[in-house]
């Protein structure tokens, strides 16, 4: 194993987009980020500078962090912010995990721009257990606005209304020809005929699930969120904001240049955005002069797609990556996501969106989680994260009255060391109907059941898959549906779970589960580092 060291300087620069140049937060003062290069096995150590008026936090999206929630990321979670001037190391180990990750921005809306791709190798002589592919290139979409993100942010809370939808979505950053000003905007990647690639998709998106395909060629997904898979081929792959999926691709069409194109999947109603990014395949020697064609996408409203499109997901679950998928459940959660109104003073119609776990907004606090739990400072958060909602109730049917009234609380769940936990997040159909990519920290956990409609927990724990459900990090809960994940609770710390479109991340949707230390001299949490920001 090696140590890899790697330098981000925070930094302001302007970039256009879209004819408009506006300043932007960056990494190094490139957009996207840098990749992040490792083999499983290494340390890390990224030492974050910041030279930019606002406060920064970097989260290594996927990465496990065992015991070590200080190198999370999470900004009033497992770490102050790094303020103006200030530095910090992210010191961490990659182990057990190999594929595609990515890091960004956690605090506020500045993952906007501040974001890039981590590559893990598996360790020498291990190889992928899919054919080895000749070539490959990372693929990150995103998205663009024209305005400074927080201004529209802070407009839209003011009108108590969501932000608008954003200018363009973006492959590597770069939004494609369709885009006006964007000729020159378009990452185009070069292939030679017969080669086989592998491209690392990452969905970078602030809000938007997005259906991704290549134009005459189809895609074998082998991995998702840096976990194996059971190969299987499609024309198009539907990935959510916080996923990641690698997918092998052959150059074995007629030479010439082919659209990538991505577009999202069902908005929210309120903000239909059918924006598409395109990038271009480029058969070595075509003249640019050719016009690309486009793919086919599966229609905005493809549920029937996405349905089908999950349900395919399956681990691998080899002798050599088995699926350890808890049999037993130690402790039964379940979570209502409600999305409402609520009273808010300084707003123009006296009332603002909010969003809910269990009728509970989430406030953030003004001190990181983790160094309350590990230093015992009372009074930042409570344990009491309710199990249950306060009242059962048709959850997709008309709720309303069942899912308005809710709280503010720091409420975070305590969970047992080594307990083996189930969650349902169930999906409500309050105000809005789209569906959620929860994303939970410092942990894969298993997808083994998921269902339109309310989940009855008579019936449909008979249907999970406990022998090779997909292993991920972050899970899109159905429109009007809900999602069971499994996992063991077998890494000690404060890990933070939320909803990755961050519109409802910033509208209170989400809290932390508090992982108790094991009584091992290995199964506690790691002391603080000494540059640890401090509040
Ligand atoms: Cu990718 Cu808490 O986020």
Redesign the pocket.
Known sequence: AAVKRYQFDIQVRKVSRLCHAKPIVTVNGRFPGPTIYVREGDRVLVNVTNYAQYNMSI?W?GLKQFRNGWADG?AYVTQCPIKTGQSYTYDFNVKGQRGTLWW?A?IFWLRATVYGAIVIMPKLGNPVPFPRPQMEEVIILGEWWNYDVEEIVKQGNKLGLPPYASDAHTINGKPGPLFPCSEKHTFAMEVEQGKTYLLRIINAALNDELFFAIAGHKMTVVEIDAVYTKPFTTEAILIAP?QTTNVVVQATQSPGRYFMAARPFMDAPLSIDNKTATAILRYKCIPNTVFPLLPQLPAPNDTAFALSYNSKLRSLNTRQFPANVPLKVDRHLFYTIGLGMNPCSSCLNGTQLTASLNNITFVMPQVGLLQAHYFNINGVFTTDFPDNPPTPFNYTGAPLTANLGTTLGTRLSKIAYNSTVQLVLQGTNLLIVESHPF?L?GYNFFVVGTGIGNFDPKKDPAKFNLVDPPERNTVAVPTGGWTAIRFRADNPGVW?M?C?LELHTGWGLKTALVVENGKGSDQSVLPPPKDLPSC
Do not use: A, K
């Open positions: 989260h999206h999470p960004h956690h916080g994303h920290h933070f939320h990755h």
